[in-house]
């Protein structure tokens, strides 16, 4: 499929089951391989600060087992990008932080924090990085993530996940549209993800502009009950056919 939209699995809340008990199982590093084998473009992991799910040592081991591309979801700050540094991911994607959140609750404002964003995303570059930033789909933060000097974008989508139904989650998918059409023109790549599910995917999947979902909580949840290759083969099925209709 020539237009065909890649598939990023976040596998933090593999190792939220394994933390609320302790040990060792179950392994998001093993959850991280078999969606790798089910057809998964990418694996996603957040190093949150308090440690709360992924761990410094599956970082470590997802670095050097992992045959398709790491993407490192991190904070700012001087820690995470010495961790970063140490490791090389193929990608770092930036994103806001609170220790009291469940999980990210919105975009990070690189157009309030650009001038301390754009030596933190120099030096990634310049360690062979692709970074990418976690944002609003709004015009102003991609315009700042461009010039802070980040190649890529990916939109929150949890507000149009969160949407009833009808014309108010029909004016979130119009937004994200227009971001991501933004972002080709001024020659970013715009990725998507947050909260998506077998019944939001469809309409986000088929916005052209957009190269990359990275999904991880729902197909986690749906693994409980079906396995990975099953939850991820629908879910990319549901993403080709997206893409096959527009």
Known sequence: MAN????GVNVDHVATVRNARGGIHPDPVRA???????GADGI?????EDRR???????????TQLHVPLNLEMAA???????????????????PEKRAEKTTEGGLDVAGQHINLT????????????????????????????????PVVELHTGRYCEAAPGPERIKYLDRLKTAAAHAANIGLECHAGHGLGYDTVGDVAAISNLAELNI????????IFVGFPAAIGRMRALMDAARATH
């Open 4 to 7: 065909r939209i890649r598939l």
């Open 32 to 38: 991280a391989l078999m969606a790798a084998d089910a």
């Open 44 to 48: 996603t992991a957040h190093l949150r």
């Open 53 to 63: 799910h992924i761990s410094d040592d599956d970082i470590a081991r997802l670095r």
């Open 77 to 95: 700050t001087p820690e995470m990008l010495e961790i970063a540094l140490r490791h090389r991911p193929h990608a770092v994607c930036l994103v």
């Open 119 to 150: 030596p933190f995303v120099r030096e990634l570059i310049g360690a062979g990085i692709r970074v990418s930033m976690f944002i609003e789909a709004d015009p102003r933060q991609l315009d700042a993530s461009r010039s802070a000097g980040a």
């Open 216 to 223: 991880g909580h729902f197909l986690v949840g749906e693994a």
